[in-house]
């Protein structure tokens, strides 16, 4: 007869699944609380899913091994609950035995991993024009953060803010930008890396340029460390590449997805989105780049100075950019014949901390340098007709201009 214990706690989905196995259960009570700490985050236990894609390498992969092919066929659902009405893309947090889960409009609840049960709410209080002025998608939030005993979000009226863990209630909240003046959203919350709230956002083109920022604040307090704006500025490196666009129109360079961390090069990597309007209704300009959208692109963690960036397409669509990344340090050697595009430089099997992934719906994979931004390789992984050429030494891409419009 089965034991109706879960064998695990389910940590991505509110559908939860457990084996019904003769195996004790794996949760602690809220007074274990243990806080959670960087050396966590950096390496977390197997159990956990402490952040976006469970490690700050983006991979996704939890190592628990008690599913396999011999049982998988027990899984059987053990509970359901209800999320609030609206778009939800979300990663629950799990630690402590405790889910942590993002909701549409601002709703976070805790809720125990092994039998559903409720144990706290936050709701936020949205102002009526909220949406109007940010956009709707900003009712949509992907993930969370976790650091020492806080729960951190940035929120849909542009605060980033730190919940009690145990309690659900507000301790820390600081204000970004006023929503009505640079108005953006955001579809993904922060990261921690080295105790700063890492977050973007998607600027809105009513919103200007300032809007168009990524922020790092302490976790601990809630101070603003720094600000990154991704529209160069007059007199900034960059700026020429905007031609006679004025500041204030310069638009919606936004970074919408959650980045990855590298603690030792102590970098942050992301990816921006497109302009809007978009750069071929621009005149002027140094080769029409308008920096840095459609861009890889790593920023100190102390400062938010850039490291560097690679542009991958001057587009005049929106190829969402801003795209899910792995670090990996692994032996570079692609077969020549295998890729379509591969720097001569390259030296067959070195060892190279590396990005790689899709940054964009043309379906190319990209592989860079993590350390200096190098272009490695890249090869299309669906037909697309979009990227006519990548040059090996230097990267620049060169458009297909039968779909490029004049």
């Not at 953060?145 to 863990?165: H, M, P, Q």
């Not at 960036?309 to 570079?332: A, G, I, K, M, S």
Request: aromatic share 10%; hydrophobic share 35%.
């Amino acid at each position: 007869m089965f034991d109706h214990t879960p064998r695990i706690k389910c940590y991505k989905y509110l559908v939860c699944f457990a084996l019904f196995l003769s195996l004790p259960p794996n949760s602690l009570a809220q007074d274990d609380f243990v806080p959670v700490t960087d050396a966590m985050l950096q390496n977390p236990a197997d159990s956990d899913w402490l952040m976006w894609r469970r490690t700050l390498d983006s991979w996704g992969y939890s190592p628990l091994d008690q599913i396999d092919r011999s049982n998988v066929d027990q899984l059987r659902m053990v509970w359901t609950r209800d999320l609030e009405i609206g778009t939800g893309e979300i990663t629950p947090l799990a630690y402590n035995g405790i889910l942590y889960i993002p909701q549409a409009n601002d709703v976070i609840q805790a809720i125990d991993a092994e039998s559903g049960d409720f144990i706290w709410e936050y709701r936020r209080d949205i102002p009526d024009d909220l949406y109007e002025m940010v956009g709707g998608n900003a009712r949509n939030n992907r993930n969370l953060a976790i650091y020492e005993n806080l729960i951190i979000n940035t929120s849909d009226d542009n605060f980033v803010f730190a919940l009690d863990a145990l309690t659900g209630e507000m301790v820390w909240e600081t204000k970004i930008f006023d929503y009505k003046v640079n108005s953006a959203t955001h579809s993904s919350g922060p990261i921690i890396a080295d105790g700063r709230v890492i977050s973007g956002r998607s600027c809105r083109p009513w919103g200007g340029p300032n809007a168009c920022v990524i922020t790092a604040h302490d976790a601990s307090t809630g101070a603003e460390l720094w600000r990154r704006r991704l529209i160069p500025a007059p007199g900034e490196p960059g700026d020429e590449t905007w031609g006679d666009v004025p500041f204030d129109q310069r638009q919606h360079v936004g970074s919408w997805m959650v980045p990855s961390y590298d603690p030792e090069l102590k970098l942050i990597i992301l990816g921006t989105s497109v302009t809007s309007p978009a750069p071929k209704f621009y005149l002027g300009g140094v080769d029409n780049k308008h920096l840095y959208h459609n861009s890889t692109m790593a920023l100190e963690v102390d400062t938010g100075e850039m490291r560097w960036y690679y542009q991958h397409l001057n587009d005049h669509w929106d190829l969402d950019h801003p795209f899910e990344r792995l670090l990996v340090e692994t032996r570079v050697a692609p077969d020549p014949d295998a890729v379509t595009w591969i720097n001569p430089d390259l030296e067959f099997g070195e060892v190279r901390k590396v990005i790689t992934g899709i940054p964009g719906k043309t379906g190319v994979v990209y592989t860079l340098d993590r350390a200096t931004g190098e272009f490695l390789w890249a090869t299309p992984t669906v037909q697309q007709n979009v990227i006519q050429d990548i040059d090996g030494a230097t990267g620049a891409v060169t458009e297909n201009p039968e779909v490029s419009i004049p």
